[in-house]
């Protein structure tokens, strides 16, 4: 099955500064890799999701890029601010797996005023 | 309606009771998960519905029972749970299993079994 790993667990950065989170996958079949976001006692929300055709994509601040031949993607987020302070899930499924979610461990996010 | 709602928002239950857990969409989705999550670590696939029928069983034990009465509900019964259950259980929703579709999640039964 699918492996999907995540680095780094924790992240600080200072509030106007970049953060970048890494997840990378097993299964050369997984097709969709999404993102989501969790604050403290609150539901998992998609924030940007990627699909295997393309190699990056762009929300405003936000940004996802994929790297099929290495299987990797990452999140980046611009000009951070308090309230994107999280934690930050990747997940990739495929078609074989049924649009299963294999979920990475996390990152908690933590912006510093 | 563009969510996915649950009930109850918290739950406590003894070891000896039986509980229901209740998640509603009104979106036309067809494919309806659980999750189970403990604090910090990302959701635990446990149960997958598809078309109403149950597709998937991540290997959960017996004390939790899936039903899906109808396309739009999904139910969790909870019986003799051990307190190791205690966890946020969360609900979710995509159009269907194309790998490609969003899965709509929500809010969750925070769960505390004494």
């Known amino acids: 099955g699918e492996n999907v790993e995540q680095h780094p667990s924790t992240l600080s950065v200072q509030e106007g500064d970049s953060a970048v989170i890494k997840c990378t996958y097993s299964?050369?079949?997984?097709?969709?890799f999404p993102w989501y976001k969790q604050e403290l006692g609150k539901r998992p929300q998609l924030i940007i999701d990627?699909?295997?055709?393309?190699g990056e994509k762009k929300d405003q601040r936000i940004a996802v890029t994929l790297n099929k031949t290495a299987k990797h993607f990452s999140l980046h987020i611009t000009e951070t601010q308090p309230e994107d302070s999280a934690v930050y899930f990747c997940?990739?499924?495929?078609?074989?797996?049924?649009?299963?979610?294999?979920f990475g461990t996390g990152t908690s996010l933590t912006v510093i005023p | 309606d563009t969510e996915v709602t649950q009930t109850p928002k918290h739950l406590v239950m003894g070891m000896t009771n039986k509980k229901s857990l209740k998640c509603e969409q009104h979106?036309?989705?067809?494919?309806m998960y659980w999750y189970k999550q403990k604090a910090k670590k990302p959701p635990e696939l446990m149960f997958v519905?598809?078309?109403?029928?149950?597709?998937i069983n991540e290997s959960v034990p017996s004390r939790f029972s899936p039903e899906c009465p109808n396309s739009s509900l999904l139910n969790l019964h909870l019986h003799a749970l051990q307190p190791e259950d205690s966890a946020l259980y969360l609900c979710?929703?995509?159009?269907?299993?194309?790998?490609?579709?969003?899965?709509?999640f929500g809010p969750g039964t925070r769960l505390t079994v004494l």
């Open positions: 979710a929703s995509s159009q269907d299993r194309v790998p490609t579709n969003e899965q709509f």
């Open positions: 519905y598809s078309y109403e029928k149950l597709s």
């Open positions: 990627i699909r295997s055709n393309v």
């Open positions: 979106m036309g989705h067809r494919a």
């Open positions: 299964d050369s079949a997984s097709n969709y």
């Open positions: 997940a990739a499924s495929s078609r074989l797996s049924g649009n299963q979610f294999y």
